[in-house]
């Protein structure tokens, strides 16, 4: 039996199509899915799968251990925010193999969830020590793929309505977002092969890096906008984003935003690449659905 967290969400639901056109069998060993009360459980229900359906919380133990009785896999997708919960209880469980997709977050200097990330998977590894699972760890960069991301829509939304765009330091750092599609692929192809995954650590990131002022330049000419950016100095945005959570009383703050925007994310994915074939998408065809979307969304709503 595997025990899925997070397969309603957005790379969650790609994994369920691989699932769904799967020939080597998977699903025969079983398939339970953790779901929280508030999310929709439609998807699920259209499956042509037999998903059996556990409601509750990913940080309740309770709930935990009733959805792991009897499961061999448990492949955590619903956030690191609650990883030590779900480990704690699959080592408790004796589960064979729990997978965890967390974050390359974990290496930034300037987020300031990085030092938690940090310590839940040096506190995820000390409970572990003495345990036969195996524990495989999967690292995507920023996720991207549909308006609900949080991430890309944010940049599509200011490409759109900004013709005079300012960005910090020229935008000569480099991103390598990843489509939330080659995720679910990935984590697919990862228990398919398992003899190679067991026990690693992988990153998943974007085909290649790509600087900042690209991604803007990629999403206005897709957007068929004409935009005139102009570099503002580092100094200058991080004081104007201190400023402002200093007159918010701490409610409006940029400042990490600022920070992470000179920051260089590049990571190689090559390791996964090697083991279970990973190629992901370029930004520039990846990107090319989620600005679909945004478009029907805001004619939609003009409508």
């Known amino acids: 039996?595997?025990?899925?967290?997070?397969?309603?969400?957005?790379?969650?639901?790609?994994?369920?199509?691989?699932?769904?056109?799967?020939?080597?069998?998977?699903?025969?060993?079983?398939?339970?899915?953790?779901?929280?009360?508030?999310?929709?459980?439609?998807?699920?229900?259209?499956?042509?799968?037999?998903?059996?359906?556990?409601?509750?919380?990913?940080?309740?133990?309770?709930?935990?251990?009733?959805?792991?009785?009897g499961v061999d896999v448990v492949f955590h997708i619903a956030g690191i925010h609650t990883s030590r919960s779900v480990a704690k209880v699959a080592?408790?469980?004796?589960?064979?193999w729990?997978?965890?997709?967390?974050?390359?977050?974990?290496?930034?200097?300037?987020?300031?969830?990085?030092?938690?990330?940090?310590?839940?998977?040096?506190?995820?590894?000390?409970?572990?020590?003495?345990?036969?699972?195996?524990?495989?760890?999967?690292?995507?960069?920023?996720?991207?793929?549909?308006?609900?991301?949080?991430?890309?829509?944010?940049?599509?939304?200011?490409?759109?309505?900004?013709?005079?765009f300012p960005v910090v330091s020229g935008g000569n750092f480099e991103l390598q977002p990843v489509y939330e599609k080659d995720l679910g692929e990935a984590y697919f192809k990862v228990l398919q092969n398992r003899e190679k995954t067991m026990g690693k650590n992988y990153i998943l990131s974007g085909k290649e890096p790509i600087e900042l002022i690209d991604v803007f330049r990629t999403i206005e000419r897709k957007l068929k906008k004409k935009n005139f950016y102009f570099s503002v100095p580092f100094p200058i945005a991080y004081f104007s984003a201190l400023t402002l959570w200093a007159i918010s009383l701490g409610k409006v703050d940029y400042r990490e935003r600022v920070q992470r925007l000179v920051e260089p994310r590049i990571f190689s994915h090559d390791e996964a690449s090697l083991d279970f074939g990973y190629a992901p998408l370029s930004f520039e065809d990846g990107v090319e659905n989620e600005i679909k979307?945004?478009?029907?969304?805001?004619n939609r709503n003009n409508s």
């Open 1 to 69: 039996m595997i025990l899925f967290t997070g397969l309603t969400g957005k790379s969650g639901r790609w994994l369920l199509r691989s699932l769904e056109n799967d020939l080597s069998g998977i699903q025969n060993q079983g398939l339970r899915a953790l779901v929280r009360k508030e999310s929709s459980l439609e998807i699920l229900n259209r499956s042509s799968l037999n998903i059996e359906k556990v409601i509750g919380d990913t940080s309740d133990e309770e709930v935990l251990r009733l959805a792991m009785d």
């Open 91 to 96: 080592l408790e469980k004796k589960v064979k």
């Open 98 to 164: 729990l997978i965890l997709v967390h974050t390359t977050g974990i290496y930034s200097k300037y987020k300031s969830a990085g030092e938690e990330y940090r310590n839940t998977e040096k506190i995820i590894a000390d409970l572990a020590k003495d345990s036969n699972t195996q524990i495989t760890i999967l690292r995507p960069t920023m996720i991207y793929g549909s308006v609900s991301d949080n991430n890309m829509v944010v940049f599509i939304k200011m490409v759109d309505r900004l013709r005079l």
């Open 293 to 298: 979307e945004y478009l029907e969304l805001k």
